[in-house]
């Protein structure tokens, strides 16, 4: 079972910028692939970034060029950095873990922009 615990949310202006954090307790991280996703009040949860354990990353268009998926085996922690935030950002931020068929979710960190 592998528990992973999110953090740097919060509440930010449009145009600032957070980074989010993932911490993984499971000591084979390097082998796992990394997900961000997000869910907003209403709407389903949807895709935001993934970093392969080969480092490679895709993102998603809503957030392409404005944010950078990054990870750190020896921490065994995934960020995510965000700038330029909109309003349209805020939303609840799950980091995800899988492996062939094994799949692990986070419990999440708020992310709310506004002035």
């Known amino acids: 079972q592998v528990q992973l615990v999110e953090s740097g949310g919060g509440l930010v202006q449009p145009g600032g910028s957070l980074r989010l954090s993932c911490a993984a307790s499971e000591s084979i991280f390097e082998y796992y692939k990394m997900a961000w996703y997000r869910q907003a009040p209403g709407k389903q949860r949807e895709f935001v970034a993934v970093i392969t354990s080969r480092g490679v990353t895709d993102y998603a268009d809503s957030v392409r060029g404005r944010s950078t998926i990054s990870r750190d085996n020896a921490k065994k922690t995934v960020y995510l950095q965000m700038d330029s935030l909109k309003p349209e950002d805020t939303a609840v931020y799950y980091c995800?873990?899988?492996?062939?068929?094994?799949?692990?979710w986070g419990q999440g960190t708020q992310v709310t922009v506004s002035s």
């Open positions: 995800k873990a899988n492996m062939a068929s094994l799949e692990y």
